[in-house]
């Protein structure tokens, strides 16, 4: 989700990482990353795919997700950090995207 008042721009790029945050050290680590060019319409449905055994206890895992505009770096819209309590099953995730101040 987004907020409607943004204007959408026709080139697009939606990053979206599965990230993973050390319960002891504190180190993040990427797990599975995805990008979706010019994504049509919001709400907008991905699957991530990962290899169950990377999934361990010691680690909280946590989605963010990036939508750029094209030729830009910077975030255009971002999520906050979305907690995955359990990465058993096929939960369902809602995300909303904010805009960048």
């Known amino acids: 989700m ?3 008042i943004v204007y959408f721009p026709s080139r697009l790029r939606l990053e979206i990482n599965l990230m993973g945050r050390n319960q ?3 180190e993040t680590s990427s797990l599975v ?3 979706i060019l010019n994504p049509l319409r919001f709400p907008l449905n991905f699957i ?3 290899d169950p055994n990377e ?3 010691s680690v909280d895992y946590f989605l963010t997700v990036n939508l750029y505009r094209e030729g830009e770096s910077s975030p255009y819209l971002s999520s906050y950090e979305v ?3 359990s ?3 096929d939960d ?3 995300i909303e995207l904010q805009t960048i101040t």
């Open 2 to 4: 987004y907020p409607n």
């Open 24 to 26: 002891i050290t504190g």
């Open 33 to 35: 990353s995805q990008t």
């Open 48 to 50: 991530l795919r990962y």
């Open 55 to 57: 999934i361990v206890r």
């Open 83 to 85: 907690s995955l309590p």
């Open 87 to 89: 990465l058993k099953g």
């Open 92 to 94: 369902s995730v809602y």
